[in-house]
């Protein structure tokens, strides 16, 4: 897979090139290019933000820079997925991650200040798919920390990135639930014990204690995952809990 990453802030986003995610490069699994924004600018300033029309505080990223960029780094045979991360896109969900591990090619545009004039992302919307995501119900300063979440949350469903795909394949949201409680050696700890079945040995047991402790959790913590789960998901054995 193909990754750019377009903003103001180059070195914010150079953690990518950490941990599972420099691995993954290194291995040829995922490709990444960082471009500074401010190589589009045409003026002395290398400004890249104007007042809004209408009035109002903050600025406005401008268009003719984004363009000039989104036009270099988009270029190819076949156009990317650009995804432009706000606090006023669509969530970014599980859904979303595996839709993006299928595509060949990513580009994020990281806006900042009070967003990017909106004719930018129009413009792009002739050529290619846009999506405005939210990594969540709070605002961030910009979009980069957005896109270190999304392409980490990517990233780990390709394959050979993961040591174990069952990983990938069984961590919260997989099945609409989110994960119970994990535990290793050793059995008991600050007087505090594993829970037996889990030693047991019997798998059916363990699938269906941990079956429970999913839906309790999701109950509590997420109840508008579990008003959302297509009709069938839940057995009698889940509805009786
Ligand atoms: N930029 C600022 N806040 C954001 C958010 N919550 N999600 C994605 N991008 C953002």
Redesign the pocket.
């Known amino acids: 897979m193909r990754v750019d990453v377009i903003t103001i802030f180059p070195e914010y986003v150079e953690p990518l090139r950490a941990a599972l995610l420099g691995r993954a490069i290194e291995r040829g699994l995922v490709s990444l290019g960082v471009h500074d924004l401010r190589n589009w600018t045409h003026d002395v300033h290398r400004a890249v933000d104007d007042s809004p029309y209408g009035g109002g505080p903050g600025m406005v990223m401008k268009p003719q820079v984004w363009g000039d960029a989104l036009d270099e780094v988009c270029a190819g045979d076949e156009p990317p997925r650009l995804v432009v991360?706000?606090?006023a896109?669509i969530p970014?969900t599980q859904e979303k991650a595996r839709e993006y591990a299928a595509l060949p090619r990513l580009v994020f545009a990281c806006?900042r200040y009070e967003g990017i004039d909106q004719r930018v992302i129009d413009d792009a919307a002739r050529r290619m798919v846009v999506d405005e995501?939210?990594?969540?119900?709070?605002?961030?300063?910009?979009?980069e920390?957005?896109v270190l979440a999304i392409v980490e949350a990517v990233a780990r469903l390709l394959p050979g990135v993961l040591g174990n795909p069952r990983s990938a394949e069984e961590d919260s949201f997989s099945d609409g639930l989110l994960e119970g409680p994990s535990y290793t050696r050793p059995e008991v700890w600050r007087e505090l014990a594993v829970p037996d079945v889990l030693r047991s040995g019997n798998h059916a047991a363990i699938d269906r204690w941990r079956r429970d402790r999913a839906l309790e959790r999701t109950l509590d913590r997420r109840p508008d995952l579990l008003a959302a789960l297509p009709e069938g998901a839940l057995d009698q054995r889940d509805q009786a809990l």
């Open positions: 991360p706000t606090p896109g970014f806006g995501v939210s990594i969540g119900d709070y605002v961030l300063v910009g979009g920390v957005a």
